[in-house]
Nanobody, 118 residues
Framework: QVQLVESGGGLVHTGGSLRLSCVAS????????MGWYRQAPGKQRELVAA???????NYADSVKGRFTISRDNAKNMVYLQMNSLKPEDTAVYYC????????????WGQGTQVTVSS
């Protein structure tokens, strides 16, 4: 099992910034990617950004140029720097890790609320 704990959500005005953090613990051997998803009320959960062990990064088109994902492998942490926030970024943000040990596994954090007021 992998445990994920997120922090850094909150309420900001349009144009503001927030930094989300997520620390992974437990059986972390085999993790090959870490990332962030979000889910707004009434919508499906969607990928925001992900970073693989080799450093390749994938962003949702809606956040390109505004959000930056980074990772500290020594601390088993992944971060999401969110700038120029918009009301449509309001959602619960979930940390996600993907792992492979004989089979593909996926783990989720509990989620952290990000609210952007107009």
């Amino acid at each position: 099992q992998v445990q994920l704990v997120e922090s850094g959500g909150g309420l900001v005005h349009t144009g503001g910034s927030l930094r989300l953090s997520c620390v992974a613990s437990g059986s972390i051997f085999g993790i090959y990617a870490m990332g962030w998803y979000r889910q707004a009320p009434g919508k499906q959960r969607e990928l925001v950004a992900a970073i693989a062990n080799g450093g390749s990064i994938n962003y949702a088109d809606s956040v390109k140029g505004r959000f930056t994902i980074s990772r500290d492998n020594a601390k088993n942490m992944v971060y999401l720097q969110m700038n120029s926030l918009k009301p449509e970024d309001t959602a619960v943000y979930y940390c996600n890790v993907k792992k492979y040990i004989n089979s593909y596994l996926e783990y989720w954090g509990q989620g952290t609320q990000v609210t952007v007021s107009s």
